[in-house]
C-alpha cells in the first residue's frame, strides 16, 4: 500500500479526527441552538439580554452535552441517546419541521436533517468513548511494554553477570584441577623417594630410608634368592 494512502488511512481512523468531526458538530449545534433560543427568549427579554442569554445557554448546553460525550463511562449508557434525541429536536424546531402548513417534501427534508443531527451525535459519541478507551489501552500497553522492557534489561545484565561469574569459576575449577594434578604427582614422586621398593615402607626422610635398605628383610630375602640362583 502507498505510503501517502496509510498517512491518510491512519488521520481518518485516529482519535484526532474524531475529536475534530465532533467538535464541529458541537460549533454548529451552537450557532443553532442559539437561534432556537433567541427566537424564545426575545419574546421575555430586551434583546441585548435575550442574545447574550441565548448564546450562553447554547455554549453551556453544547458545552455539557460534549463533557457528557467525553465521560460516557462516568453516566448512564441512555444519557447519550437522550442527549442526541434532544440535539435533534432542537434542529427540528430551528429548520421548523412542525409546521404543518408546509409541503410534504419540505417536511420530510427537514425531518430527515433533524433525525441525521440525531444519528451523528449519537454515533459520535459512541465512537469517541471507544476510540478514546483504545488509546488509553495502548498507551496502557506501550507503558506496561517499556516497564517490562526495563526489567528484560536489567535480567539481561544480571544473566550476563552471572554467566561471567560462571566461566570464570569453570575457568578457576580447571586451573585448580590442574593444580591437583601436579601436586597429586609431586605427592607421588616425593613418595616414592622415601618408600622401600622392597617391603613398599615409607619413611620420613632419605636417609632413613638408606639406611633400612641394609636391614630390609625384604631385601636380604630378595639378595639370598638371587645368590642361590647364581650358585646353581
Known sequence: MNRSVEKLAAIITSLGAVIFVLLMTIIAMIFLSHGLYFQILSKTMISWQAEIASWV????????????????????????????????????????????????????????????????????????????????????????????????????????????????????????????????????????KVTCPHCKIIFESVYKLTSHKNNCSANKLTLNKEAIKYRA
Open 57 to 192: 445557554l447554547a455554549c453551556g448546553i453544547e458545552t455539557t452535552v460534549l463533557i457528557v460525550t467525553c465521560n460516557t463511562k462516568f453516566v448512564s449508557s441512555r444519557l447519550p441517546v437522550f442527549l442526541a434525541i434532544c440535539s435533534g429536536i432542537i434542529v427540528l424546531f430551528f429548520i421548523q419541521a412542525f409546521d404543518a402548513s408546509q409541503s410534504m417534501l419540505d417536511l420530510t427534508m427537514r425531518w430527515f436533517i433533524g433525525i441525521l443531527v440525531a444519528a451523528l451525535n449519537y454515533i459520535y459519541s459512541e465512537l469517541f468513548y471507544k476510540k478514546y478507551s483504545e488509546a488509553l489501552e495502548e498507551n496502557s500497553v506501550r507503558d506496561r511494554m517499556a516497564e517490562l522492557s526495563i526489567v528484560f534489561d536489567q535480567n539481561l545484565v544480571k544473566y550476563l553477570m552471572t554467566e561471567k561469574k560462571l566461566v570464570d569459576s569453570l575457568i578457576e575449577v580447571e586451573r585448580m584441577q590442574s593444580y591437583i594434578v601436579e601436586l597429586e604427582n609431586f605427592r607421588t614422586a616425593e613418595l616414592t
